[in-house]
């Protein structure tokens, strides 16, 4: 009964742990891609008003915003690029175990696909960045074991 609470306070800071982790690299990817979002949106508006008339001006931005920013590829690549940054500077910064560092991985790849589908990005994008996702947090687990010796 004296290990008991040692064995709890570890499973709360590893979970306290894995919570921060997830949760850090879902807000930072959250933030990038709504700042890449609107610098994208600022681009586009700036390119429609310089080609269409005016009266044109409103519909062609909303078309462009549609499948160029909600339901096109361009920034879900770039929030997999900074997403998979994210947890690999996160994981590697804890030195979370093999194991673990999946479970967070598929943590967030749910996750962000849920707010994928929730957009209505095509299936075809999600697949890959789960895939993804889930292959930097076991390649970071594996780095976190055995990492480089420089020597």
Same mark, same amino acid.
């Given at each position: ?16 742990? +894995?919570?921060?982790? %997830?949760? @850090?690299? &879902? !807000?930072? =990817?959250? /933030? ?41 590829? +361009?920034?879900?690549? %770039?929030? @997999?690029? &900074? !997403?998979? =940054?994210? /947890? ?47 292959? @930097?947090?076991? !390649?970071? =687990? ?10």
């Amino acid at each position: 009964m004296g290990g008991l609470p040692k064995k709890i306070r570890a499973v709360y800071m590893n979970v306290s742990t +894995l919570a921060r982790i %997830v949760l @850090i690299t &879902l !807000l930072w =990817g959250w /933030l990038c891609a709504a700042v890449a979002a609107g610098m994208l949106a600022l681009l586009q508006y700036q390119e429609i008003v310089r080609y269409f008339p005016a009266d044109q001006v409103a519909a062609q931005f909303q078309a462009h915003l549609d499948r160029e920013i909600w339901h096109g590829s +361009l920034l879900l690549f %770039v929030q @997999i690029g &900074l !997403l998979g =940054g994210s /947890l690999w500077w996160q994981l590697s910064r804890h030195r979370v175990p093999v194991g673990d560092c999946v479970l967070c991985a598929v943590i967030v790849a749910l996750a962000q696909a849920g707010a994928g589908w929730l957009l209505g990005v095509p299936h075809l994008f999600l697949v890959p960045m789960i895939v993804s996702l889930i292959v @930097i947090g076991w !390649l970071t =687990g594996i780095f976190n074991e055995q990492p480089i010796n420089n020597s």
